[in-house]
């Protein structure tokens, strides 16, 4: 990749090197009535040793139970941290959420395929559809081994196209597949299909831990989470929000685990 030309491209909008505590960018245009709301977190690192992951786990749970009308969450990726020990013991923790969630693979969640379907009760590619217009699509981009890899365009291919009809598709993976984050990879193939659908409205990353704003690609916007555990990135641990309104509005925003302060928002 030619990364000069391609960064041009590129808006990055984030919170990692501010010092306000409140910080928006530009106005966020609220749906007046909510159809669908969803949250994300990622990179918890449930098990890392040297962190008080069992402290962070519990005050992300806390935090969303606050939140109203919320019809589903995703933790995108590294939701525990190596030993396949963990992946039991984070889902009990998961299960204390009174609205449904899923998970998508990250490259420390080193499981076999078995124990994630046997774990979470489907594969670690997967998709459906929330209020009939909204198609969700969960895609891995790590295996066993934790490798960095590039999520698997004929899976995601298949998708889009059964969802081309939807008013939006909203798209999580944890690895981000370009290289215009440090710990991202090269993946054009994969950015290219994303940006062919018009109804694709967000794609959404974890895995940079300093990383919590957003990036275009084709006028696609990629968006992160930062991230609520671990033992490294932006000292505010986080999560995302996304509402979609009954008008078709759809924005999102950042807010922080300790008091729900919004970080920044986007309108999608």
């Given at each position: ?120 009760g489907r594969p670690d590619n997967f998709g459906w559809i929330s209020k009939e217009n909204h198609g969700i699509i969960l895609s891995s981009s790590s295996n ?42 090269a993946c054009e193939e994969m950015l290219d299909l994303i940006a062919s659908y018009p109804n694709l409205r967000a794609t959404f990353h974890g ?62």
């Amino acid at each position: 990749m030619h990364r000069r030309p391609f960064l041009q491209k590129i808006s990055l909008l984030g919170t990692s090197l501010m010092t306000l505590p409140f910080i928006s960018y530009g106005k966020m245009d609220f749906p007046k009535a909510t159809r669908l709301k969803f949250i994300t977190a990622s990179d918890g690192h449930f098990g890392q040793p040297n962190t008080d992951f069992e402290t962070s786990h519990s005050q992300l749970i806390e935090a969303i139970n606050k939140e109203e009308n919320v019809d589903f969450v995703v933790f995108n990726g590294d939701l525990i941290h190596d030993d396949p020990k963990w992946m039991p013991e984070v889902k009990k923790v998961y299960d204390r959420l009174p609205v449904p969630y899923y998970t998508t693979r990250g490259n420390h969640d080193r499981v076999s395929d078995q124990v994630w379907q046997q774990t979470w009760g489907r594969p670690d590619n997967f998709g459906w559809i929330s209020k009939e217009n909204h198609g969700i699509i969960l895609s891995s981009s790590s295996n066993e081994k934790g490798e960095y890899l590039c999520a698997d365009t004929g899976f995601l291919k298949s998708k889009l196209e059964s969802y081309k009809d939807l008013s939006h598709v909203f798209l999580f993976v944890h690895i981000s597949q370009n290289d215009w984050t440090r710990h991202g990879i090269a993946c054009e193939e994969m950015l290219d299909l994303i940006a062919s659908y018009p109804n694709l409205r967000a794609t959404f990353h974890g895995h940079d831990h300093d990383v919590d704003g957003i990036m275009l690609y084709k006028k696609k916007p990629f968006l992160w989470s930062g991230h609520f555990g671990g033992s490294w990135g932006n000292p505010f641990p986080c999560y995302r929000v996304c509402e979609v309104g009954e008008d078709g509005k759809a924005i999102t925003y950042l807010k922080t685990v300790k008091d729900g302060t919004i970080l920044n928002g986007n309108n999608l």
